[in-house]
Nanobody, 123 residues
Framework: QVQLVESGGGLVQAGGSLRLSCAAS????????MGWYRQAPGKQRELVAV???????NYADSVQGRFTASRDNAKKTVYLQMNSLKPEDTAVYYC?????????????????WGQGTQVTVSS
């Protein structure tokens, strides 16, 4: 059906940068809004950024001005450029997509999550 796969996580020093990618695959008809979320140990998952199909973006206050979300609809991929990283950005980062796809021959729609990618920022 549909699969989202994140990549690009890793260990970086405070002040550094990382670029996450989330690639969608499957019998996809259309990808709507895509979101980036993160979950730190012992904390609830929180929304970091949203990028609409048209490319409009919204960000959590905690990352505004440091993170930039974008997408390439032809590649079915969404990105999260993270600059000026802080130790408090340490978390598992997930992407979520509003995806319309073929279930057999029938168009269907649902929210799909990636498996997550670890981002660790050292002080």
């Amino acid at each position: 059906q549909v699969q989202l796969v994140e990549s690009g996580g890793g260990l970086v020093q405070a002040g550094g940068s990382l670029r996450l990618s989330c690639a969608a695959s499957g019998s996809i008809i259309m990808i709507g809004d895509m979101g980036w979320y993160r979950q730190a140990p012992g904390k609830q998952r929180e929304l970091v950024a949203v990028v609409t199909r048209g490319g409009s973006t919204n960000y959590a206050d905690s990352v505004q001005g440091r993170f930039t979300a974008s997408r390439d609809n032809a590649k079915k991929t969404v990105y999260l450029q993270m600059n000026s990283l802080k130790p408090e950005d340490t978390a598992v980062y997930y992407c979520k997509g509003d995806i319309t796809y073929f279930r057999g021959t029938i168009p269907s729609r649902g929210d799909y999550w990636g498996q997550g990618t670890q981002v660790t920022v050292s002080s």
